[in-house]
């Protein structure tokens, strides 16, 4: 069955960088895009970061923009988040998603649990 | 930017009852919609998506309809598992709606 698992959350300061990443089993893994997708504590869904199933093509929201950064390692059947200059307002559960096809945008078929960055000083 | 606005932001129902939400966009998507459904501490799932096409394992009383403007998420009889939230949206890169809740 199709998994995804998060990890490299946790509390960092302000100002500071994290890098998440996303181990996925069962499928074929650099057969499909894959995002980012975060949700803040009590709030709704925030789509963040996509990319193409061979990492040619990258999307990311404004709010993350020039700031994060997606990467893949199919050979390691794994995506990153790399997050730089974090903000308070970052801090939110971070979910890595699979897309139905390779060239992403499409709609998340699988999520992994996610993992929980907070950022404060 | 499209957006998208659903309603009602809450849904007050009981078990059997049907649901039925709506989303909104700001201007035509054609059909090109998902439904998402979370429960607390749960990452979303996949319902619909194309509006109307329920995701592999979705059960029936799931359905979707809408085309351009004006979408809508039907629950036939609500089973107890049903009580969650529930997001539209256009596509993955797109922002979400901001939510029905539906609650016993």
């Known amino acids: 069955q199709v998994r995804l698992v998060e990890s490299g959350g946790g509390v960092v300061q302000p100002g500071r960088s994290l890098r998440l990443s996303c181990v996925a089993s069962?499928?074929?893994?650099?057969?499909?895009?894959m995002h980012w997708v975060r949700q803040a504590p009590g709030k709704g869904l925030e789509w963040v970061a996509s990319l193409w199933y061979d990492g040619s093509d990258d999307s990311y929201a404004d709010s993350v923009k020039g700031r994060f950064t997606i990467s893949r390692d199919n050979s390691k059947n794994t995506v990153f988040l790399q997050m730089n200059s974090l903000r308070v307002e970052d801090t939110a559960v971070y979910y890595c998603?699979?897309?139905?096809?390779?060239?992403?945008?499409?709609?998340?078929?699988?999520w992994g649990q996610g993992s929980l960055v907070t950022v404060s000083s | 930017e499209i957006v998208l606005t659903q309603s009602p932001a809450t849904l007050s129902l009981s078990p059997g009852e049907r649901a039925t939400l709506s989303c909104r966009a700001s201007?035509?998507?054609?059909?090109?919609l998902a439904w998402y459904q979370q429960k607390p501490g749960q990452a979303p799932r996949l319902l619909i998506y194309?509006?109307?096409n329920r995701a592999a394992g979705i059960p029936a009383r799931f359905s979707g309809s809408g085309f351009g403007t004006d979408f809508t998420l039907t629950i036939s009889s609500l089973e107890p598992e049903d009580f969650a939230v529930y997001y539209c949206?256009?596509?993955?890169?797109?922002?979400f709606g901001g939510g029905t809740k539906v609650e016993i």
């Open positions: 998603a699979r897309d139905v096809t390779p060239y992403p945008p499409n709609y998340f078929d699988h």
């Open positions: 194309d509006a109307s």
């Open positions: 069962g499928f074929t893994f650099r057969s499909h895009g």
């Open positions: 949206q256009q596509r993955a890169n797109w922002p």
């Open positions: 201007k035509s998507i054609s059909n090109y």
